[in-house]
């Protein structure tokens, strides 16, 4: 038996409630992983709450990260007892995820979990902080040094963007952090590393085709106008590491960038991201983040706790991280 919250659709309404599941309701895969800790994130609030069409089949065990023990496996690669973290690949949305106290999960979808981390420190990290590396490393191999220039950060104050603040001033960048809440975060972004926090509203006016090089490269978290915004502003030879789509799926821009510029635009997926990537990323994830980085606001709940907290992140009443302990 184990515990689990559990989302059912009953007269077209979201449904979540703690149930206690035979081994035997588990989905079929590879790997049955004790879950230690999972998160609450933005996407999970909506699924959860049912104001987002999040979740593609029900019942559904929400959760799109997690972190703990192998319990059984019928895969080489891991055997019982070895700790594995699990990001993105849909889970808690088309498969079973990580709020329940046991998950059966594909091989192909876990990473070990690096030497010194936590499963704790995992889940503060979570999938934005998984994304935030894939964005730096992108940079990072696009020749982007810190001897290139200033690098901006856009919505710097959400998960990706804090946690890409952060990893790039631990590597020796100089970072511009944007955010719409200056006031607010300002200590928090230079706690983090960031050299100057700017205000979002500075970037309101349409962009033209180029402007000023302003940037040697950039972490983008809100794509549409934002990204179009940055693109022109980016050096000679820059690159924009753009993972976010917040700001809409358009992007009103012109070749002149890329053209006339040499700009890179480096899409950033975390879920379609091969294994090799994915391991290496969470190594320097722990080998990068400084010990300061996990003492952030952070609440840990309980799985009782999830439906109260879930409504609370996506009526924007929640700060900080939110880790599920299991």
Not at 174 to 201: F, H, M, P
Not at 279 to 308: F, M, T
């Amino acid at each position: 038996m184990f515990k689990a919250l559990v989302l059912e659709q009953v007269e077209k309404q979201t449904k979540a409630s703690i149930q206690q599941l035979e081994d035997s309701a588990l989905p079929e895969a590879d790997v049955v992983v004790k879950v230690d800790y999972s998160s609450l994130n933005y996407k999970d609030g909506l699924a959860i709450t049912g104001k987002g069409k999040i979740v593609r089949q029900f019942p559904m065990v929400p959760g799109i990260d997690l972190a703990g023990q192998v319990e059984s496996s019928h895969d080489p690669r891991f055997a019982s007892g070895d700790k594995v973290v699990l990001t993105g690949w849909g889970v808690g949305e088309g498969h079973w995820g990580g709020m329940a106290e046991k998950a059966s999960l594909k091989a192909d979808w876990l990473v070990p979990l690096p030497e010194g981390l936590s499963a704790q420190q995992a889940m503060i990290i979570g999938t934005a902080g998984f994304t935030a590396m894939l964005c730096v490393q992108a940079l990072v191999d696009a020749g982007i040094t810190p001897e290139s220039g200033e690098i901006l950060v856009t919505g710097a104050s959400g998960g990706v963007g804090s946690v890409a603040v952060c990893l790039l001033a631990q590597l020796g960048y100089k970072v511009a952090a944007v955010t719409g809440r200056v006031e607010q975060n300002s200590q928090l972004l230079t706690d983090l590393g960031a050299s100057r926090v700017i205000d979002r509203a500075e970037f309101a006016e349409a962009a033209r085709p180029l402007e000023k090089q302003l940037w040697a490269g950039a972490v983008d978290t809100v794509g549409s106008n934002m990204l179009a915004k940055v693109l022109a502003q980016i050096d000679y030879n820059g690159a924009v590491a753009a993972c976010g789509l917040a700001g809409g799926f358009d992007l009103p821009t012109t070749v002149m960038p890329f053209i006339l510029r040499n700009v890179s635009l480096l899409g950033i997926d975390s879920v379609n991201c091969p294994s090799a990537k994915r391991v290496k990323a969470w190594q320097r994830l722990a080998e990068l983040l400084p010990d300061s980085y996990y003492q952030q606001a952070c609440s840990e709940v309980s799985l009782e706790q999830v439906p109260e907290y879930a409504e609370a992140i996506t009526n924007g009443q929640v700060t900080g991280r939110v880790v599920i302990k299991l």
